[in-house]
């Protein structure tokens, strides 16, 4: 369905972000207060994470939200 498909292209997005960066998985959950487990459901789109979450998330990629989501 179209929502899993999204959560996918997102989870795909954040993780690309953050291996560009050369932020390991541990370290982006660590500055973001969440586990790393957490963190890994969400990259393997197993979550949905809510606004508070994209935000840190996109905080601790020192990227915009709009540019986490930007043509997905």
């Not at 291996?19 to 957490?38: D, F, P, T, V």
């Not at 890994?40 to 986490?68: F, H, M, Q, V």
């Amino acid at each position: 369905d179209e929502k899993k498909e999204l959560i996918k292209a997102l989870a795909k997005r954040i993780s690309k972000e953050r291996k560009k960066r050369g932020i390991s998985l541990e370290q982006l959950a660590y500055e973001m207060g969440i586990s790393k487990g957490n963190l890994s459901d969400i990259e393997n789109g197993k979550r949905d994470p809510r606004y508070s979450t994209l935000k840190a998330i996109a905080d601790g990629l020192d990227i915009s939200i709009s540019s986490l989501l930007k043509n997905l």
